[in-house]
């Protein structure tokens, strides 16, 4: 979903609803401006939308953390907040089409999401990648890192077992997998957009978080076995 829902802000703004290390340095340069000889006072299109990114994934982040009170790996956790991830989706796919601005940005122009309507685009969509990263990342998987790419990168160029090809080294494949489907959704994304538009592209984001949170409700129970092999516990 990361890149799937980064293929459609990225193509009208040039920014990302998901990565949020460029949004943190943008405003740190917006209050550099401040401190020039002849401050820039100007609060541009590009910083509002950077703010109103970053504050909106911290919302969503700390939505996330409401799963402390089920349990991060409870099944109804997982379930109710996937379903919250695609209302955040679906009511950023209303608004883009209330707003009825074009899928694409014009080479060589600004942003093109300048009304409060597509602000609130751009919110909802940051905020659902917020409770997403919040959720996979108290799943405490391989998959954890399910927004952001860099330490992904990171952990695979270092990884011990890079290059031994004659074995499946499951740390690696994992990690080539995350990167693979984000290259896949980034992909799908953009492919989407150009044949039926970002507002389709957008609703189909909130049918795919439907059907991800029904999914849920399909993955075995998982068994923790005890080290003496006597007792097993079923995690509900």
Not at 33 to 59: E, G, Q, W
Request: glycine share 8%; with cysteine; net charge positive.
């Amino acid at each position: 979903m990361t890149g799937f829902l980064n293929a459609v802000c990225f193509s009208a703004i040039l920014a990302w609803c998901a990565s949020q290390t460029g949004n943190t340095i943008q405003l740190s340069i917006a209050i550099g401006r401040l401190l020039d000889d002849s401050p820039d006072l100007v609060y541009r299109i590009a910083d509002r939308l950077a703010l109103t990114s970053l504050l909106s994934f911290i919302l969503g982040g700390f939505i996330g953390r409401l799963g402390a009170r089920f349990g991060y790996a409870c099944r109804i956790w997982l379930v109710c907040g996937t379903l919250l991830q695609a209302v955040f989706t679906m009511i950023a796919t209303i608004a883009l089409w209330k707003s009825k601005v074009a899928s694409y940005a014009e080479f060589g122009s600004g942003p093109i999401w300048t009304t409060p309507l597509t602000f609130l685009v751009y919110g909802f969509m940051s905020a659902s990648m917020g409770l997403q990263g919040v959720m996979a990342k108290r799943l405490n998987t391989q998959f954890s890192t399910s927004v952001v790419l860099t330490s992904v990168w990171i952990e695979l160029i270092s990884e011990p077992t890079l290059f031994h090809l004659r074995r499946w080294v499951v740390e690696r494949e994992h990690k080539l997998l995350t990167i693979a489907f984000m290259l896949l959704g980034g992909f799908a994304g953009r492919c989407l957009i150009d044949e039926i538009g970002s507002v389709a592209t957008l609703a189909m984001a909130t049918g795919l978080r439907v059907i991800i949170s029904g999914w849920w409700l399909l993955i075995p129970k998982k068994i923790e076995r005890k080290h003496d092999g006597e007792e097993e516990e079923f995690r509900k």
